[in-house]
């Protein structure tokens, strides 16, 4: 079965600009959640999506957003773009999120802030 | 906040080695998971331990999830140049969603031939 598609893979933006990364989670999962890798914090938790609804919120600040769709599809924004905002994006889908289900990650939309 | 302490952040070993990766915490957690990233990919989950005290074997990789449920290791045998990769490990909350994972930094390990 086709696995977590996330788009782009690759963009560079300016400061002050904003961005909308898409994913597509695996056919039937419905929760999806979105994750910031960096070298120096690793990998931290955005938020998660269940049935259309924000379920849980990472620690970032309002210029994070995302939303989820009736099919499951998710697209998170980051408004105003800033430097330290250069990252690996992460998109990890499941059946419902529950402890049992397992977890699917993309392959991750690399942001580049210059 | 949560944190998970992995250790060593670092290793470079030559294949047939033996390794031990940690992950600490001082919070509790209903389960454990283990994850291997490669280079231009995203993780994939390798195993989730749920019992304090469990130990779950994958061919050469042993993951034990000790028994107050706030650590756990990830011990390779004879590694080979393929297990070569950043290890992350990610705790769930109690109550929580697995779409809600907090991780450790991970240890990049390097098998050399």
């Known amino acids: 079965k086709a696995g977590v598609t996330q788009t782009p893979r690759y963009l560079i933006k300016t400061r002050g600009q904003q961005v909308t990364l898409s994913c597509s989670p695996i056919s039937g999962h419905r929760s999806v959640s979105w994750y910031q890798q960096t070298p120096g914090q690793g990998l931290q938790f955005l938020f998660e999506y269940f049935s259309e609804t924000q379920r849980n919120k990472g620690n970032f600040p309002g210029r994070f957003s995302g939303r989820q769709f009736s099919n499951s599809r998710s697209e998170m924004n980051v408004s105003t773009l800033e430097l330290g905002d250069s990252a690996l994006y992460l998109c990890?889908?499941?059946?419902?999120?529950?402890?049992?289900?397992?977890?699917?990650f993309g392959e991750g939309s690399w942001l580049t802030v210059v | 906040t949560q944190l998970l302490e992995q250790s060593p952040q670092f290793l470079s070993i030559q294949e047939g080695e033996n390794l031990t990766v940690y992950c600490n915490s001082s919070?509790?957690?209903?389960?454990l998971q283990w994850y291997r990233q490669e280079p231009g990919e995203g993780p994939v989950l390798l195993v989730t331990v749920v019992t304090g005290g469990e130990v779950k074997k994958l061919k050469r990789l042993t993951f034990q999830f000790g028994d107050a449920r706030k650590d756990s290791s990830l011990h390779i045998t004879a590694a080979q140049p393929g297990d070569t990769g950043l290890y992350l490990c990610a705790g769930v909350n109690y109550g929580g969603s697995q779409g809600n994972l907090i991780f450790g930094k991970g240890t990049k390990l390097s098998v050399k031939p």
């Open positions: 990890a889908s499941s059946l419902t999120g529950a402890t049992g289900n397992t977890i699917y």
């Open positions: 919070s509790v957690f209903s389960s």
